[in-house]
């Protein structure tokens, strides 16, 4: 779990009453739009604990449909998300659940993309509109967003760290936290780096185009 010192929680910039349970749902939803890069079709929000319970008085529901349409914690159209997630055609389901959780400002976000695709990502809100991704179409993961990210879905076989992390110096990165999470031996993981500077999509290209055990590359 990361630590936040008390610089890291005075505020952020933000539309609603709370910073954990509007900016922090809206910042959580957001990633979960990036991770899946595409267009959405139909989004499915469950909210877990304090978010589930007081989350209507704090507009954690509508926080929440606007990171899936893409619009940031400080957007003042936060407030219409419902209204614009009609106009986009984006089907949004929210689900205000009574099952525990470990942490009790928790979301579950299922994207359903245009060309079919889905992907499903649970995070927590922490406070001060921080967040943490736990889990990413079912792999355990934890990242913050706080730095640019690369999210990558590989096989684990040998040689793909270092092909990675090679492009990533070829374009004058620096990699500030990296972590590898994966199912088991040889099966499907999840390179997860985090970076001092934004990845350029050129690079992101050439990681793509390293062959087929590289499944997935989305930079958040």
Known sequence: MADYGAFDIVGPRMIGPSSSHTAGAAKLSYTAWKIAGKDVKKATLTLYGSFSDTGR????????IAGILGLKPDDERLSSAYALSKQKGVDADVVFSDEE?????????????????????VGVSVGGGNILITNIDGFSVEFTAEYPTLIIRQRDVPGIITK??????????????????RQGRKEDAFMVIETDQAVPSDAVKKILSLGPDIVQVRAV
Request: overall charge negative.
């Open 164 to 181: 990675v992390t090679g492009i990533l110096a070829d374009n004058g990165i620096n990699i500030a936290f990296m972590r590898v999470f």
């Open 57 to 64: 008085g704090h507009g954690t529901d509508k926080a929440l």
């Open 101 to 121: 959780a470990e942490h009790p400002n928790t979301a579950r976000i299922r994207i359903e993309s245009k060309d079919g695709s889905v992907t499903e990502v």
